[in-house]
């Protein structure tokens, strides 16, 4: 075996050698190893089940609806506009979820339904909600999530860590889409500092030393 060493020192000159044919065939080698971002994206997932949360996942086609209405975006946010959002041509829209669901979504946005908000005073167009868009955030999934509890869920912990699209201008270091991760926790006693311990968690998980709240 040939090794630094004897080549260092030069005393290869007497050893002994097994000749070899440089033209026989060899097993094929490709190396190489997963991208950075699918590892990171892999390490946050597990973060996240480690400390007890269920993953959401979710197409990424999306209603406005559950994109921008459910989260009580109002329908003339500069944030909804093509400039910002990718809508389909083809489907052009979709089907609303539970009339019920959308009937106090809504008056929600219209009067602030039982909430003791005023809402935002327009009146709420259901085609507008029904239109298809590719989903510009996770959050979508959160509310997803949330119109689907019921008691005996609760309490709950839920996570997700997916693509979303926004009508960026690319450059060097934008693209038309990007990775984000969303979580919600569900539960009598949850309070804010809650969340700035598992984002705290979460930040020194990525090895982040220096963060401010």
Known sequence: QLTPEMLSRGSWRGASFQRYDVTLPVPGVKPGKRHFVSQVI?????FWVELGFKEMTGEYLELNFWNFDALFQPQDHPARDLADTFYLKTPESGHLPDPEMVQRVKETHENGWTTGSTGWQYKWDPAMAARNCLRTHTTS?????IAKL???DLPAKFFSVGRVFRNETIDWNHLAEFYQTDGIVVGEGVTFTNMQGYLKAYLEGLGIK???F
Do not use: C, G, P, Q
């Open 42 to 46: 892999d390490y946050i997932r597990r």
């Open 141 to 145: 999934l959160s509310v997803n999530a």
């Open 150 to 152: 019921t008691e005996d």
């Open 210 to 212: 220096r963060f401010r």
